[in-house]
């Protein structure tokens, strides 16, 4: 009769799994923070950055930041959520890693070792587990923080567009109204959220236009502002985020070729070992641990590269700097008009109107795109 099994591995397996996990979980912000700040490094956005205007007045200017602060907050939310998703997916990461890892460790050089095959076997049950536990949590996650982004970005539009350019006698209580009706709006569907995002985008669409249309004339300060702190910043933004997302595929480009380089040389001394061209004791168990290592990380991060969102985002930015520039040479003479004191009327504010809802068109079509890579590809880790 053999010998009952200790149940200190299965104790063990199990707290390693959890372990993993959360600590994988726990480091996700720090992790994240640091990738973004290595990214941007001295380099601003353009979004983010930009001080008050001096063509405003100081009550102009109290408005300005208590709209920002405003925004902040539903932007803060957003960013919680990505977080949220991003916990739960690195969870699945370091869990998988740590299957893999005891797996290959028993298969190599602890394969007598009946105490670790208990401990690894115990890890994956309790592992797996946890992954399809944080799979399904970052599935909702995803869906919670794509809502909240776009009910972020809508009211980005509106802090502009609305604000500035018609004037709310209240502009604070526009803000809530206006983010309350969006977050009706914008619920996280579980069918084709992109297309509810398109219609309450079009529907805006449509209201900006007839409320710019109806207006007799529109200070050409305000102008200035709108087409600084909408047209400029985002064509900056779309600039320096193409570039970070062209920097983080050729970091993981560079990062696959080292991998692929160690997992030849691990091929080649395992070779040479069965040859007896080399001749060091134990060590085909070692080069079997190394490479099946790098021959699972070499699969999974090439996996990572293939699916990942990098790619595709890196067009949409370039076709949307594209579009912005654009943009500023069909309206050039709206944009010279707007350089004078006198307000802007006339034809030149029914122009200032069709040139706000093709560019807020843009907006909402990057919105749209942006949700469909997202939902449909891997997470931008660095991006918010």
């Known amino acids: 009769m053999a010998d009952a099994a200790h149940p200190l591995p299965v104790l063990l397996g199990v707290i390693a799994a959890v372990t993993v996990a959360a600590g994988a979980a726990m480091l996700t912000p720090r992790m994240r923070s640091r990738l973004y700040r290595h990214e941007k490094g001295s380099k601003s956005d353009g979004a983010s950055t930009a001080g008050p205007d001096p063509g405003r007045s ?8 208590a709209t920002k602060a405003l925004l902040m907050a539903e932007h803060r939310a957003a960013i919680d959520l990505q977080v949220r998703t991003l916990r739960h997916l690195m969870s699945v990461a370091a869990s998988l890693t740590a299957a893999f890892l005891c797996t290959a460790l028993a298969a190599t050089v602890l394969s007598e070792a009946h105490d670790f095959h208990l401990f690894a076997a115990t890890l994956d049950v309790a592992a797996f587990g946890l992954v399809l536990w944080s799979f399904v949590m970052a599935t909702r996650c995803r869906k919670s923080w794509l809502a909240s982004r776009a009910v972020t970005e809508m009211l980005r539009q509106w802090s502009v567009v609305d604000r500035i ?17 969006a977050r009706n709006a914008l619920r996280a569907h579980d069918r084709d959220f992109a297309a509810v995002v398109l219609r309450f985008g079009r529907l805006r669409l449509e209201e900006i236009g007839e409320a710019l249309s109806a207006l007799p004339a529109v200070p050409a300060g305000r102008v200035r502002y709108y087409l600084d702190r909408r047209p400029a910043r985002q064509r900056r933004w779309f600039a320096t985020a193409e570039a970070r997302v062209s920097g983080q595929g050729k970091r993981h480009r560079r990062t696959l070729m080292i991998l692929f380089a160690f997992a030849t040389v691990a091929a080649l001394v395992k070779v040479a070992l069965l040859l007896g061209w080399l001749r ?3 060590a085909v168990d070692w080069t079997m641990l190394a490479l099946l290592v790098l021959i699972g990380l070499s699969a999974t991060l090439t996996s990572v590269y293939l699916n990942q969102n990098i790619r595709s985002l890196s067009h949409r930015y370039r076709s949307q700097s594209r579009n912005i520039a654009w943009w500023f040479e069909r309206h050039e003479s709206l944009i010279e008009a707007a350089e004078r004191s006198e307000p802007l ?3 030149l504010a029914s122009q200032l109107a069709a040139a706000v809802v093709e560019f807020e068109t843009l907006m909402v079509d990057e919105l749209v795109d942006w949700i469909v890579i997202t939902d449909h590809d891997s997470l931008e880790i660095a991006a918010a």
């Open 58 to 65: 100081a009550e102009e200017q109290a408005e300005d930041a």
């Open 165 to 181: 350019l018609l004037a709310p006698d209240d502009f604070e209580l526009g803000f809530k109204a206006m983010r309350d009706r």
């Open 345 to 347: 009327s006339g034809p």
């Open 280 to 282: 060091w004791p134990g």
